[in-house]
């Protein structure tokens, strides 16, 4: 038995033998603790315009890359690609080898935006517009399209982290071998990106979905625009095996197939909400051993689920003005009173609409028959909308049709005039712009600084625009009128920068002219300086009134009415000037041109001044044109002067008239006529010449 201290002892010894062991090994290794680290890469946003002329790197948008394939080679999970507007097609073949088999493909954890202005700049994707196409060989020619603009296979594995935004997919043309027959616009097996504000446009597909083909596949598309394309089954869209893709507020338009020219489930489950079907050839929705939910839609013919509607859309254009589906001059805006409006419903909603413009916003004329406020379709309806892009504000009349608008433009009232104030009465009013504020849904005030331009696009409609005093404006003033019978009343004082213009147009050249007119308001002095022009026209008349004025220095300065080649008939003059003065105080040339009305018995005199009217030019030529209209009973003269002066204080007047009508007076019908204190003068070293 050992005793306490023999069992120390061989301790101790054995903690030396161990200890001398230690130390003929070497050096004990010290033993490294291993931890999972954080990526720690940073986020990238890479740039692609092919405009761009730097180094062609993706670093900055001088620098961008050309081609969005080297975005999409170079791209890692969380970043960006931010493509500037323009046409980009693909280069990476995929599937096979040929030209043909070029395609783009998304990534997880990539988010793709398009809508970028050249050069960068503040996104909008409906001013902006980024074309993917499959259009690489003779253009026009589709033969030699390629199979599929976006071609995602099975094993490419795509979650809704892979994300397109921004987009018109066009132009793919699957038919090839039976893998390269289906999804021209897009093809995915086994594959689930985010897809939203995309257009698939012209799309051909031999077998299925022209636009979008699914199979295994649940995507999310949301604000998409599918239109004019074709495919055996499903010209927009194919789901097949057990595909369950989401569907929110998308519009399919003008497709075409023989089984659905919108939609075709085949053993699948999508879920479709807010969404119109209208105008597809062979039907808008068909399923086979399918189970899909279809929810507050507005579908051709019916079609069975809560809130749905069967009744026309009533969009601007849908086939626009070539009556071509899929083309670019398409209008899938709601009008004013379509049943779409405020009929959706809130559920997995879109923030904003297919152009970016805000959700849910309440028409006050429509009655709410969804559920929260929302809209079918990819358009979220305003009448007007007010936009800007590179300084210029843009107010459009984007509702036409039976959209009547009475717009009014001003500025907040003093002591802080620092906005403009756009107001239609009894109409939803809309402002895509940063900083801009809403008291009603009739009006938006927005920032004034930063404008250079205002310009109004009456478009549809019988629309009246007044704007008041703007006092000094550093901008200039655009008014473009449109297929309706439109009013300007410019009714405030404006002075404008120097070099600034004033536009208005409403002269309308159809063949049934419209019955536009434009009035210069009781003491309104629209003011221009240095080359600042001022352009004045109307189809039917232009009155300046008691104390207004037209004022140019160096500009030109021009004002017709009823210049088209189809006079517009009724009881007018066609330029009235009373008591007020259009004139030029400089080098500016004044060209004064004015035809009464075609039909009617009262006075219809070209060009009428009365009451101390003037017109005025000063070292430019001055011109003054009329014609009489059409008369049962005289008083159609060419130009008309009482107590009023057409002169100048150097440059040369020119006075052209040509009496119209067939009354028995000839008196009343004189090409010029000058009484009662009238005169045509012209100063300094001018001439006269009537």
Not at 12 to 34: I, M, S, Y
Not at 120 to 148: K, Q
Not at 311 to 320: H, T
Not at 559 to 586: C, H, K, M, W, Y
Request: hydrophobic content about 30%.
């Amino acid at each position: 038995m050992k005793t306490p201290g023999t069992f120390d002892r061989w301790a101790r010894q054995g903690k030396n033998r161990r200890r001398k062991a230690r130390h003929a090994r070497g050096p004990r290794p010290r033993r490294l603790r291993v931890e999972q680290l954080e990526d720690r890469r940073l986020l990238t946003t890479i740039y692609v315009d092919d405009t761009a002329a730097g180094s062609n790197n993706g670093g900055s948008w001088a620098n961008a890359y050309t081609a969005l394939q080297s975005a999409l080679t170079a791209a890692e999970i969380g970043d960006e690609i931010h493509v500037a507007e323009g046409t980009y097609r693909p280069s990476s073949q995929v599937g096979g080898t040929g030209a043909r088999y070029a395609t783009f493909q998304m990534k997880n954890g990539v988010t793709i935006l398009g809508g970028f202005p050249d050069g960068g700049g503040v996104r909008e994707p409906a001013t902006y517009v980024s074309i993917l196409s499959g259009d690489i060989g003779t253009v026009g020619n589709n033969s030699d399209n390629v199979y599929h603009v976006f071609y995602h296979p099975t094993g490419t594995n795509l979650d809704n982290t892979a994300v397109l935004d921004g987009f018109r997919i066009t132009a793919g043309n699957a038919d090839g071998s039976v893998a390269h027959q289906n999804g021209a616009g897009m093809l995915n097996n086994s594959s689930s990106p985010t897809v939203t504000n995309c257009t698939f446009a012209d799309n051909t597909a031999a077998s299925l979905g022209g636009g979008m083909f699914n199979s295994s596949s649940s995507p999310k598309v949301m604000n998409c625009i599918f239109s004019a394309n074709t495919a055996w089954l499903g010209g927009g869209m194919f789901n097949g095996s057990s595909s369950s893709p989401t569907v929110t507020n998308c519009t399919f338009a003008g497709n075409t197939a023989p089984g659905a020219g919108g939609m075709y489930n085949h053993s699948s489950s999508p879920t479709v909400t807010n969404c119109i079907f209208w105008a597809n050839t062979g039907g808008q929705i068909e399923d086979y051993n399918s189970s899909p939910t279809v929810t507050y839609s507005n579908v051709q013919d019916g079609y069975t689920g809560t809130g749905n509607i069967n009744a026309d859309p009533l969009f601007v254009d849908a086939d626009g003005p070539d009556n071509t589906y899929g083309t670019l001059d398409d209008d899938l805006h709601l009008r004013a009173g379509s049943p779409c409006i405020d009929a959706g419903i809130i559920g997995g909603l879109p923030p904003t609409d297919f152009e970016g413009d805000a959700r849910r916003l309440n028409d006050p004329n429509t009655d709410n028959t969804g559920v929260g406020v929302v809209d079918m379709g990819a358009d979220e309806f305003t009448d007007t909308l007010v936009s800007l892009s590179g300084g210029e504000l843009f107010i459009t009349d984007v509702a036409g049709g039976n959209s009547n608008d009475t717009l009014t433009i001003s500025l907040n009232a003093a002591p802080d005039p620092d906005q403009f104030v756009i107001r239609d009465a009894g109409r939803l009013v809309y402002a895509r712009i940063p900083g801009a504020t809403s008291v009603d849904p009739n009006e938006v005030r927005v920032p004034v600084t930063g404008i250079t331009q205002i310009v109004v696009n009456t478009l549809g409609g019988n629309d009246t625009v007044t704007v008041d005093a703007l006092g000094s404006l550093n901008a200039s003033l655009k008014i473009n009128g449109g297929t309706g019978n439109d009013t300007v009343n410019l009714n405030g004082d404006i002075t404008f920068a120097a070099g600034k213009n004033l536009d208005v147009d409403l002269q309308d050249d159809a063949a049934s002219p419209g019955i536009d007119r434009i009035n210069v308001g009781t003491d309104a002095n629209l003011v221009l300086s240095g080359t600042g022009t001022a352009t004045l026209k109307a189809s039917r008349n232009i009155l300046l009134d008691s104390g207004s004025s037209v004022e140019v220095v160096d500009g030109n300065l021009t004002v017709e009415a009823n210049q088209q080649a189809t006079p517009t008939s009724g009881d007018f003059v066609g330029v009235l000037v009373d008591r007020g003065v259009i004139e030029s105080a400089g080098s500016g040339t004044v060209t004064v041109k004015g035809k009464g009305a075609a039909t009617g018995i009262w006075y219809r005199a070209g060009v009428y001044l009365i009451n101390n009217g003037r017109i005025s030019g000063g070292s430019g030529m001055l011109t003054v044109d009329g014609t009489g209209g059409a008369s049962t009973s005289g008083n159609a003269y060419g130009v008309f002067v009482t107590n009023s002066s057409i002169t100048s204080s150097g440059g040369d007047v020119q006075v052209t008239g040509q009496g119209g009508g067939s009354g028995a007076s000839t008196e009343e019908n004189f090409g010029v006529r000058v009484s009662s204190n009238g005169t045509i003068t012209a100063g300094g070293s001018g001439t006269v010449t009537v």
